[in-house]
Structure formats: structure tokens, C-alpha cells
């Protein structure tokens, strides 16, 4: 069955400490992950995605098909990151996007 | 960048009464929208496939005559939740697959449905 978890609900660092939040899947196909945030107040919004291999805001993601993970990590966590990380695995051929749980991140001064 | 507009962001409704929600896609042409129900402290339940000009995909245990959902237009979705009850109070997210962002999907802000 398709799965998507993220094992932390909250992940507590202090400022300038390096982040890792993690996702596995489970996904019998070829899969498409993405990394989601939510701000405080605020919609979701794409952070990564793992097709494009991009860093944005200093946050990347490595889709490891061994493991089934795709981890998001970032060197030196910043107090603008805190918010709510959700990891998502698109699925079907109408592209339905099946969300962990998500992991609250907290970043302390 | 793609904006999706979801409206009303609140709404209070007695029990019994019906409720729609509306979800647009601004600056894009969405042929596939997106609903998902969040309960509080909870991820993101899909809970149907809006396709323009034809039914709605449902997701197992979605019951589609509680939802009724409508897909007229490229640019337009609604949710009505029929015959609101209490369980019914949650947090609800509308999506829209941009094909302009390589298989990107964009987010709606919501809306907070609370049936008294």
C-alpha cells in the first residue's frame, strides 16, 4: 500500500544546528516526492521536490530508492524555518498526492 | 507563480444546513482540483479528485452524496458539505495541479468549517 511517514512530530533544535526531518515511502511505483511548509497562518507551499534537485532556502532532499527515504535536511537551521513540514508522494495517473503526517519543526534562538 | 483562491477562509453553519465552498484557480487553467480535509493536529486526507466536465474520483469512506462536488469550469471547484453535522467541523484544503510548474501542485489557504 502506498505510505508515507514521518516518524517525528516535532523536531526541537536551536539556531544554527544542523536539521534532518524524516520521510520513507512506501510506493510500489516509480516515485515523485515532494517537501511541503506551512508557515504559521499561512497555505502550503512547495519547498522542494525531488525531481528537480533543488535547494531552496538552503533545504535539500535526496531521494534514496535503497532506503526509501527522502529525508529533508539543512545545515544550520534558521528561527524563520519553524513551521510545519509535510512530505508527499504523488500517486495515480491523476497525480493525488498522499501526505505524511508531518513534523513540526521548532527552531530556539 | 500559480495562485489558487479558496473561499470562504470561515464559516459557521447550524447543523442540518448546507455549506459550499469554492476553490479558483487565479492565473491558470486547473483541469484536475484537489480536496483534502485536515483534522486539527492531523496531515492532509485526501478526500476526492475534482476532474472539469466530468464526475468527481472519491476517495474510499468519502461519502459522495455528503460531498458533492463540482467541477464546471477550468478555473472553478466546489465542495458543498450537505446536511452539515458537528463531525463534519474540520479544516478544509483545496489543490490544483499547475502543469506550468512541471507537475507542480498549488494550495488553496482553506477554509475552517465548524457545524454548531
Known amino acids: 500500500a502506498q505510505r508515507v511517514t514521518q516518524p517525528e512530530k516535532l523536531l526541537s533544535v536551536f539556531k544554527g544546528a544542523p536539521v534532518e526531518l524524516k520521510c520513507n515511502y512506501s510506493y510500489s511505483g516509480s516515485p515523485e516526492l515532494f517537501w511541503y511548509v506551512q508557515y504559521s497562518r499561512q497555505r502550503l507551499q512547495l519547498l522542494l521536490r525531488?525531481?528537480s534537485r533543488e535547494s531552496i532556502k538552503g533545504f535539500t532532499a535526496d531521494l534514496n530508492k535503497g532506503e526509501t527515504s527522502f529525508h529533508l535536511k539543512k545545515p544550520f537551521a534558521q528561527e524563520e524555518d519553524s513551521a510545519m513540514y509535510y512530505c508527499a508522494l504523488k500517486i495515480g495517473s491523476q497525480g493525488n498526492l498522499i501526505f505524511g503526517k508531518g513534523t513540526k519543526l521548532s527552531v530556539k534562538p | 507563480g500559480a495562485v489558487v483562491s479558496q473561499h470562504p477562509s470561515w464559516v459557521i453553519c447550524k447543523s442540518g444546513t448546507s455549506v459550499k465552498i469554492e476553490c479558483r484557480s487565479l492565473?491558470?487553467?486547473?483541469?484536475?482540483m484537489f480536496w483534502y480535509r485536515q483534522f486539527p493536529k492531523q496531515s492532509l486526507m485526501l478526500m476526492a479528485t475534482?476532474?472539469?466536465?466530468?464526475?468527481?474520483?472519491?476517495e474510499q469512506g468519502v461519502e459522495k452524496d455528503k460531498f458533492l462536488i463540482n467541477h464546471a469550469s477550468l478555473t472553478l471547484s466546489t465542495l458543498t458539505v450537505t446536511s452539515a453535522h458537528p463531525e463534519d467541523s474540520s479544516f478544509y484544503i483545496c489543490s490544483a495541479y499547475d502543469p506550468r510548474q512541471g507537475g507542480g501542485y498549488t494550495f488553496g489557504s482553506g477554509t475552517r468549517l465548524t457545524v454548531v
Open positions: 492565473d491558470f487553467q486547473a483541469t484536475t
Open positions: 475534482s476532474n472539469e466536465g466530468s464526475k468527481a474520483t472519491y
Open positions: 525531488h525531481i
